[in-house]
Each structure stands twice: as structure tokens, then as C-alpha cells.
């Protein structure tokens, strides 16, 4: 069992990386692996540019059970970064993901972080991925990762969201083992508003 965690901050050890590390050490100490894959780095470049990483991405999937996506709040959304690369991954590759579970998870200084978590939320939702959730919404507050570290109830957040993971990891195998599957999917009907 693995969860793969995606950075979307240009700082590759900043606030979102504290966050995520707090998921990621309650799924590891659920006997669930983890990996950190940090893909803020090429911020400004064009979503067409994103080809090696999305490979490197998309490589990932069949070995994996779960995807957690960290951004920064930037002006009350999700970095221009992690948006470019989740358009294109999951435009590609979102087939990959279907049945694997999902969380989001953001880091503000102050405001906008609900905003963020919802935008970031909506390609699960648009791909037949349960949602994991935690005790609150899944977000930690601070400039630096000292002052995320004081952020108590922010981490305590990320734990729980890393347990209710693992747990649900375990249930979805577990329903495997028993022959409970992801129901079939339907040729899709694709209308253009009403017609
Ligand atoms: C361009 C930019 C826009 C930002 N917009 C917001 C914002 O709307 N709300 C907020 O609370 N913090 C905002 N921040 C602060 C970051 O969200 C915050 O410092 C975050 O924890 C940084 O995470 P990181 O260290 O992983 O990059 C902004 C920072 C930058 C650089």
C-alpha cells in the first residue's frame, strides 16, 4: 500500500512540505509507504513543458493506492504550478487514478485556504476517487515551517487525515480480497450543457 504525496510549492521544504511530511508520517505509521513528489519547481513554465514530469507522474500510478495534493494559497488558490500540472495529469492520466483514494491538502499565511481546498477537491470528484477527510478541513497556517509547526490543531489535522487514509486503504483492499470491486463504468455520455 502507497500514498503519493504531490508538493506544489516552489519551496520544496516550505509549509505545504510540513504539512504533507505530518499526512505522511501517520500513513507510514499505519504500514501504509509514502513518497513526496515535488513538482513546484518549474512554476513558470508552460503547461505543455510539464512532459517529463508528468511521465515521471504518471509512471507512479499503477503502484500507487492514494494521491494527496499539497499547494500554497496563492491569492486564495491553488498555485499557478500545481493547477498547470494537475490539468495536464489529469487530462492524460486521470484514468490511471480512478478508485484510489484522494485528499488535498493547503497552506496559507492567513485567508483563502477553503477556497483553495475546494478547487483542489474537484479532480477527485470528477474522477470516480473517494475522498479522504480529516477533523477539519485540511489546512495548516504559517510563512515558515517553524510557524507551521506551531499550527497544533493544523498538524493534528494532517494526522488524522493520514490515519482516516490508511484506514480507508485497508478497507478498499480488504474489499478486494472479498471480490468488491469499483463498479464498471458506463460508456460516457458527454453533453455539452443541455443538448
Ligand atoms: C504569490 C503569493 C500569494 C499568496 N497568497 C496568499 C493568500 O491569498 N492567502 C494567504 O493566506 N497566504 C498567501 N500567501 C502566503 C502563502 O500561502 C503561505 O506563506 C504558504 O504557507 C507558503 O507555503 P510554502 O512554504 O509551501 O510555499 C501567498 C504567497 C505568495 C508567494
Not at 504531490?6 to 511530511?21: D, K, Q, V
Not at 499557478?80 to 492524460?92: E, R, V
Not at 483563502?112 to 479522504?132: C, H, Q
Not at 458506463?186 to 443538448?195: A, C, G, L, V, Y
Request: some cysteine; glycine content about 10%; charged content about 20%.
Amino acid at each position: 500500500m502507497k500514498v503519493l504525496l504531490l508538493n506544489g510549492s516552489p519551496r520544496e521544504f516550505g509549509c505545504t512540505y510540513t504539512a504533507l511530511t505530518e499526512v505522511a508520517g501517520a500513513l507510514n505509521a499505519n504500514d501504509v509507504e509514502t513518497e513526496i513528489m515535488w513538482i513546484g519547481r518549474d512554476s513558470f513554465s508552460g503547461v505543455y513543458e510539464y512532459g517529463s514530469l508528468i511521465d515521471e507522474f504518471a509512471a507512479k500510478l499503477d503502484d500507487i493506492d492514494g494521491l494527496v495534493i499539497g499547494s500554497p494559497v496563492y491569492y486564495a488558490a491553488s498555485s499557478g504550478a500545481i493547477s498547470m500540472f494537475l490539468d495536464k495529469a489529469f487530462y492524460t492520466n486521470g484514468g490511471k487514478l480512478r478508485g484510489k483514494v484522494g485528499a488535498s491538502v493547503v497552506s496559507c499565511r492567513r485567508g483563502g485556504a477553503s477556497a483553495a481546498f475546494d478547487e483542489l477537491n474537484k479532480y477527485f470528484t470528477i474522477n470516480s476517487m473517494p475522498v479522504v477527510s480529516s477533523q477539519y478541513w485540511n489546512q495548516v497556517h504559517g510563512n515558515t515551517p517553524d510557524e507551521v509547526r506551531q499550527d497544533l490543531e493544523g498538524l493534528q489535522t494532517m494526522r488524522t487525515l493520514g490515519k482516516n487514509m490508511a484506514w480507508l486503504i485497508k478497507c478498499i483492499e480488504l474489499g478486494k480480497k472479498n471480490g468488491i470491486e469499483i463498479p464498471p463504468q458506463e460508456k460516457k455520455t458527454s453533453t455539452n450543457f443541455i443538448r
